[in-house]
């Protein structure tokens, strides 16, 4: 079952801060972030394994609450690079299977 | 380092009629994957490989769709034969081992007339 992501897409202006939510319905074990931009293959970001973990890429950090099942990916300071669509993946602990949700667009503007 | 090399870039075919897409790994990643992703929405794993065997295919149709690893390197998957609702991007990607970061070839876009 794939994860569901908000919002679907969302606007910003160069330096605002975005919040995207990835929820499962599943335990998890691992959640993977990853942008693609139109045209291109998706990009990897980064990996949470464990509860409370965040990790940081660039400007983009993100969260992994493992007792809810969810992660979210913060764009800070938001540049125009980060245009795209970003996609969670999920995995559970027994299957190796990455789930990936529909995307949320992120669009920025100069 | 090279990346993931997937060919053709494009595809058009007529339904019924029988296509294959080719895909080489990172050299030394051991496992490789084959996704779908349909306009709008996100990658959907069709079949995971871990060198030569299958680890995961339950989304596969199999009426349909074939894919073999050969040697643990190369892969190819194969559509015979092909429906409207296959149109589609073609996603391989390889990873050193399961549950490591994915790295994604450019992807073969195929239309179904």
């Known amino acids: 079952q794939q994860p569901v992501q908000s919002p679907q897409a969302v606007i910003l202006r160069e330096g605002e801060d975005a919040v995207i939510n990835c929820s499962s319905s599943k335990a998890l074990y691992s959640v993977h972030w990853y942008r693609q931009k139109h045209g291109e293959a998706p990009v990897f970001l980064m990996i949470l394994l464990k509860g409370g973990e965040q990790k940081g890429h660039d400007k983009i950090s993100a969260s992994f609450n493992e007792k809810k099942q969810q992660s979210s990916l913060y764009l800070t300071a938001s540049q125009l690079s980060y245009s795209g669509t970003y996609f969670c993946g999920t995995d559970t602990p027994g299957d190796y299977k990455l789930s990936f949700g529909a995307g949320t667009t992120v669009t920025v503007r100069a | 380092e090279a990346g993931v090399a997937q060919s053709p870039r494009y595809k058009i075919i007529e339904k019924r009629q029988s296509v294959a897409f080719w895909c080489n790994p990172i050299s030394g990643h051991a496992t490789l994957y084959w996704y779908q992703q349909i306009l709008g929405q996100g990658p959907k794993l069709l079949i995971q490989f871990q060198n030569n065997g299958v680890v995961d295919d339950s989304q596969l149709p199999k009426d349909r769709f074939s894919a073999e690893r050969l040697k643990g390197v190369d892969s190819t998957l194969k559509i015979q034969p092909a429906k409207l609702e296959d149109s589609a991007v073609y996603l391989c990607?390889?990873?050193?081992?399961?549950?490591?970061?994915?790295?994604f070839g450019d992807g073969t876009r195929l239309s179904i007339l």
């Open positions: 990607a390889s990873s050193p081992h399961n549950r490591e970061p994915q790295h």
